[in-house]
């Protein structure tokens, strides 16, 4: 089992940037998946973007591409988000998961994921 908490959100102007931070405890850290999702107001949770065990291989949505990178430190056992250019739209709870080798499509779906964090929210004022 991993314990995941996520950090770093908060209120930020379009065009700016925002760092998310997700620490995990628990077993093995490299031995899962990590991806980050979302869950604006009204809206179902959406996949913002995942990063394999290794590191090596990062997807992400096409609204984020470009904008948005994943990674994610072993050592420390940390994932991270790194969001530039925010747009309003952007504006939502940002929560970190991780799943137990997943296959792609369940790797950019919710229920591909064993584990979450409680999330972090996200303010994009325009």
């Known amino acids: 089992q991993v314990q995941l908490v996520e950090s770093g959100g908060g209120l930020v102007q379009a065009g700016g940037s925002l760092r998310l931070s997700c620490a995990a405890s628990?077993?093995?850290?490299?031995?899962?998946?990590m991806g980050w999702f979302r869950q604006g107001p009204g809206k179902d949770r959406e996949f913002v973007a995942f990063i394999s065990r290794s590191g090596g291989n990062t997807y992400y949505a096409d609204s984020v591409k470009g904008r948005f990178t994943i990674s994610r430190d072993t050592a420390k056992n940390m994932v991270f988000l790194q969001m530039n250019n925010l747009k309003p739209e952007d504006t939502a709870v940002y929560f970190c998961?991780?799943?137990?080798?997943?296959?792609?499509?369940?790797?950019?779906?919710?229920?591909?994921?064993?584990?979450w964090g409680q999330g972090t929210q996200v303010t994009v004022s325009s």
């Open positions: 998961a991780a799943a137990e080798r997943p296959s792609f499509t369940a790797a950019i779906t919710t229920s591909g994921y064993n584990y």
């Open positions: 628990g077993r093995a850290f490299s031995t899962y998946t």
